[in-house]
Nanobody, 118 residues
């Protein structure tokens, strides 16, 4: 089993910043892509940012230029630095990790609330 523990969510004003962290532990094996998804009330879960094992990144158009995803492979941790936050960024943010174990499997974090006030 792989466990993902998220931290860093909270309440921030428009234009503020937050840094999310997600640490993986357990029977991890080799980690491939790591990502952050988010789900706003009444909306579908969407991919905010992803990062490959080699460091290649991908961002949703809505967060480009404001969010930065990074990873520390030695610590099995993925981060999401969020700057210039907007009310529309308000959502529950979920960590996602793909591991090359038993042919490959996905793991999800418990979710952390990010609220941006106007």
């Amino acid at each position: 089993q792989v466990q993902l523990v998220e931290s860093g969510g909270g309440l921030v004003q428009t234009g503020g910043s937050l840094r999310l962290s997600c640490a993986a532990s357990g029977s991890i094996g080799t980690i491939g892509i790591m990502a952050w998804y988010r789900q706003a009330p009444g909306k579908q879960r969407e991919l905010a940012a992803s990062i490959s094992s080699g460091g290649d990144t991908n961002y949703a158009d809505s967060v480009k230029g404001r969010f930065t995803i990074s990873r520390d492979n030695a610590k099995n941790t993925v981060y999401l630095q969020m700057n210039s936050l907007k009310p529309e960024d308000t959502a529950v943010y979920y960590c996602y990790v793909w591991t090359w174990r038993l042919g490959g499997q996905a793991s999800w974090g418990q979710g952390t609330q990010v609220t941006v006030s106007s």
